[in-house]
T-cell receptor, first 114, second 112 residues
Framework: NAGVMQNPRHLVRRRGQEARLRCSPM?????VYWYRQLPEEGLKFMVY????????ESGMPKERFSAEFPKEGPSILRIQQVVRGDSAAYFC????????????FGSGTQLSVL | DQQVKQNSPSLSVQEGRISILNCDYT??????FLWYKKYPAEGPTFLIS?????DKNEDGRFTVFLNKSAKHLSLHIVPSQPGDSAVYFC???????????FGEGTQLTVNP
């Protein structure tokens, strides 16, 4: 049973480009969460999705960021027109039932914006 | 507004001794608490959890204590092993919430 898979592991973008981060949850998990870790900080919640639905996006920046979790395929976190401040480790996590349950995390995507 | 705080950025202990990692929270709605362990270049790994109806949960060398009145929890590792060296994150969630709120993490170093 494979764990949460994220790709790419490392992503380098120039300012103004788009970044697409992919996350395949564990088998049988329909709840996906995205977290961001800035240097020297803890993980900050971004968005919670459950197959085709955004449940909670209160942690997402208002502009340039979007997330989806289609019926088929991985969850995608999309960052348009990246800026240097977007450089961070982005972690995806999944769970079977959601609320008040331990999350299983992927290894993260390290985004570097030049 | 840091609702979950880990005031010690780092902790160093000798192999075989006890490691105590502390965590404080401010949100009274939190009722489920977890500890995650993270190695460099990897995602956090779940370690142990506790719900607010308990004050202690034990799993092998790891014990989590919860003091609701003080809004404080701690993770005890005994005996500590060099392989325990990692960053430990405390996290909390509310029954009505949909996400975990993490502390800043504590880097534990266990010296052989």
């Amino acid at each position: 049973n494979a764990g949460v898979m994220q790709n790419p592991r490392h992503l380098v973008r120039r300012r103004g480009q788009e970044a697409r981060l992919r996350c395949s949850p564990m088998k049988g998990h329909s709840h996906v969460y995205w977290y961001r870790q800035l240097p020297e900080e803890g993980l900050k919640f971004m968005v919670y999705l459950q197959k085709e639905n955004i449940i909670d996006e209160s942690g997402m920046p208002k502009e340039r960021f979007s997330a989806e979790f289609p019926k088929e395929g991985p969850s995608i976190l999309r960052i348009q027109q990246v800026v240097r401040g977007d450089s961070a480790a982005y972690f995806c996590a999944s769970s079977r039932q959601g609320l008040n349950e331990k999350l299983f995390f992927g290894s993260g995507t390290q985004l570097s914006v030049l | 507004d840091q609702q979950v705080k880990q005031n010690s950025p780092s902790l160093s202990v000798q192999e075989g001794r006890i490691s105590i990692l502390n965590c404080d929270y401010t949100n009274s709605m939190f009722d489920y608490f977890l500890w995650y362990k993270k190695y460099p270049a990897e995602g956090p790994t779940f370690l142990i959890s506790i719900s607010s109806i308990k004050d202690k949960n034990e799993d092998g060398r790891f014990t989590v204590f919860l003091n609701k009145s003080a809004k404080h929890l701690s993770l005890h590792i005994v005996p500590s092993q060099p392989g325990d060296s990692a960053v430990y994150f405390c996290a909390a969630s509310a029954i009505s919430g949909s996400r975990l709120t993490f502390g800043e993490g504590t880097q534990l170093t266990v010296n052989p």
